[in-house]
């Protein structure tokens, strides 16, 4: 289906490599185009229609041929997509979110029933995606369940695309630049806190480095896949270690009779509805993360076993360490200290460590850092898939001649995630992602039922499969996640929600099924795929 995303392309030319003769392409409905060289110096021909294809009968000495199957390969293992979920959701949450989830809560004990509850909420939405995962073997998480389920074959043009293209509005604007912006930002909080003493660093000065923390994942990701799969292998390992000082230090805390906090149990809990389910939203973003390694199911081998068995070790060892995690916190800082701190790690390790106090922001700061590089990273993917699909501008889906990288999607990540930053604060933007996550979260489990009932016939579905009450319990959250704040305590950020997402419903009709042409779109396809040497992956048909 063709989208005014795209009206520059006829959708008729095959793009794999090669233009047969050097001067035609042959386009799936038999037409042919012919092309002109181009002397651009990179051995790429124009087809005339805008794009720019590789060919391999233009050579040019100082270029090295690239191979002819250009796309991303299969790289992952277990361990690799266990540190993708566990290292993305270890992150900036166990090391701010403690203060959210404990203002809301109102007492130690209900914060850590609240954090309980979140690990085994997580554990259910990750179960759902792990059926969905290794039915559908497609990256781009919600967007490929979400088109399989209600546009199987593009049999229903009009309405089957709402539901992904919405997701896809909704998740390359707001929800996946929030969460890398936020994990950014946190990083940058512990960089110039301790700089500061016991008052806050300048707006400003945090959000300078937060856009410098962007730029260098950026740079990182478009560079490299293995490099950053290392990065973020190592990054758990840190986080890991940063737990351990604080749960270590907490438990010879505890054994030297300092237990006045934790003693303090479920005194002052709060009652109400709506304060408690927003403590709930602080304590989910912590846990956020556990549908990652869904968007990069292509890039995962034998996926049907390695997403069920990731998700088994991830989640659990999460849950676990932001448990022990808290309960070092308490057995050494108040709880009134703990919710005047703006960044409570630090606090605790002023208050433990003395002059070794400064262990704990570096270990914060890596921690960070490699969940931005997880964020970052599933994110360029689904910006990737949704372009691939025709949601939005082909050029996203395109990927790097010779690294095989998604720079398009990865720097269009990074763009809209530095504006997100300037106008917004940490706060705002937390809400902004948990209400609208939930929103698709709730949708994606549904599609459960209705891939089930679309094979229930097929053998091939025959391999892992969730109790069907546990998606149906993922919808009924979901329902009351984002229902609760919308009745008891709205907020202008979920109002704006809903009007984005009508926003999108009328750029689908116009642009999707109407087929609105864009002008210059296709000048600036090739103006990009020249800067940055990208070319449309193997298999795609422009």
Known sequence: ??????????????????????????????SIHRSEKLLNGNGYTSNGNGLLNHNDNVKEKHTPLPEDDVRMERSLGLISGTAIIAGTMIGSGIFVSPKGVLEGAGSVGMSLVIWLSCGIISMLGALTYAELGTTIARSGGEHAYLMEAFNPNDKHK???????????WISVFIIRPSMFAIMCFHSRTYVTQPFYHDCLPPIYLTKIFTVLAMVLLCVINCMSIKFAERIQVVMMVVKLLAAAIIVGGGFYSLSQGNTETIASGFEGTGTETSIIVLSFYNGLWAYDGWNNL???????????KNIPRAICIAIPLVTVVYIVVNIGYFAVLTQAEILE??????????RMLGVMQWIIPVFVVCSCFGSANGSLFSSGRLCYVAAY?????????????QRHTPIPSMIFTLIISALLVVPFDLSSLIGFFSFTAWIFYGLTASTVLVLRYRFKHKAEHDNYQVPLAVPILVMILSVYLVLVPLIYLPKPEYIHVLIFMAVGLLLYFLLVYKEIKIPCVGLATKFMQKLFLIVPPSGKTE
């Open 1 to 30: 289906m063709n989208s005014g995303f795209d009206a520059h392309h006829s959708y008729d030319v095959k793009l794999n490599g090669h233009i047969p003769n050097g001067n035609s392409t042959k386009g799936q409905n038999g």
């Open 158 to 168: 009009c309405f089957g695309r709402i539901p992904a293209f919405l997701f896809d």
């Open 294 to 304: 869904n968007f990069v199911t292509e890039e995962l081998q034998n996926p049907r």
């Open 341 to 350: 701190s703006g960044a409570v790690a630090v606090e605790w390790g002023k």
């Open 389 to 401: 699909d025709g949601h939005l501008p082909s050029v996203l889906s395109f990927l790097h001649l």
